[in-house]
């Protein structure tokens, strides 16, 4: 079988799961594509806030949460991020700054897994655009492709505003819209004429 080339990037688009989707971990989700390359792809759910805030979050790892000039900061939701190491933490965030372990999406949006950005969030508020993560969606070399070529995924460029600006219950109709489709008209059998 001739291998595929890998002709497309997908860093810093949204990935919107057809209503075809049939893994838990998936349905009904807005995922934003944080690495793509030839050795797989890394993203983030970010429409999907978990039963814990961050006060609970900082509570459990024994960050102190001192930044309360902002006494919705505590109250900010902790995202369940994907299946895969849901016992770690990733912040997603704008600016993109300098901590241990950042991979850079973009020059201005970052993803951060070290405990120094939870420290300073923690302190002293900052980065102020956060969306924080338990675990993240992982898909191995082709495997993205692949899905993609069976209509699981309907892909648009990410907009930073949707990410950081709106409420996760508006996220995957406002991703929607970036591609002029309504969720509730998208048929489960896109593609399939």
């Known amino acids: 079988m001739a291998e595929v080339a890998h002709s497309v990037c997908l860093t810093h688009n949204f990935l919107i799961a057809m209503p075809a989707m ?99 969030i923690g302190a002293h508020g900052t980065p102020s655009e956060i969306l924080v993560t338990l675990g993240y969606a992982g898909w191995s070399a082709g495997q993205l492709e692949w899905e993609l070529s069976q209509n699981a995924w309907l892909n648009v460029s990410a907009d930073p505003q949707i990410i950081f600006d709106l409420p996760p219950e508006e996220r995957l109709a406002a991703a929607m819209h970036l591609l002029g489709v309504d969720f509730a008209n998208l048929s489960d059998v896109a593609g399939h004429a």
């Open 22 to 120: 049939s893994d838990p971990n998936f349905s009904r989700s807005l995922t934003y594509i944080c690495e793509h390359n030839e050795q797989g792809a890394l993203g983030i759910i970010i429409n999907r806030p978990m039963n814990m805030d961050l006060a609970t979050l900082f509570g459990r790892i024994n960050i102190s949460l001192e930044a309360s000039s902002d006494a919705t900061l505590g109250a900010t939701p902790v995202y369940y991020g994907g299946p895969v190491q849901t016992d770690r933490g990733f912040v997603l965030h704008r600016p993109t700054g300098h901590w241990q372990s950042t991979l850079a999406i973009r020059e201005d949006i970052g993803l951060t897994s070290t405990r120094d950005i939870l420290q300073e």
